[in-house]
């Protein structure tokens, strides 16, 4: 059973930071495409953001320019570090592991963005 396992979330006021983190097997970590995805109440889950082993990323819209993916391979750790922070950006944020059709999701962390 492939476990990935999310920390970091919590309550934060607009214009606020988070750092999320995702620890995730070693045998899997340095093979897998990796991404940060979220869900708010009501919509669909969707892509925050992901890196592949060859350190390139790709960022959601809405997201780019306030947030940073980066992947710490030597600790096995996914990073997602959130500045700015908006209402809007209030979910519950997922990490994901993918390599081809197989993927691997972890349990996700709330983010609450209020003042």
């Known amino acids: 059973q492939v476990q990935l396992v999310e920390s970091g979330g919590g309550l934060v006021q607009p214009g606020g930071s988070l750092r999320l983190s995702c620890a995730t097997p070693?045998?899997?970590?340095?093979?897998?495409?990796m991404g940060w995805y979220r869900q708010a109440p009501g919509k669909e889950r969707g892509l925050v953001a992901y890196i592949t082993t060859g350190n390139i990323t790709k960022y959601e819209d809405s997201v780019k320019g306030r947030f940073t993916i980066s992947r710490d391979n030597n600790k096995n750790t996914l990073y997602l570090q959130m500045n700015s922070l908006k209402p809007e950006d209030t979910a519950v944020y997922y990490c994901?592991?993918?390599?081809?059709?197989?993927?691997?999701w972890g349990r996700g962390t709330q983010v609450t963005v209020s003042s």
């Open positions: 994901k592991a993918q390599m081809g059709s197989t993927e691997y």
């Open positions: 070693g045998t899997i970590f340095n093979m897998y495409r």
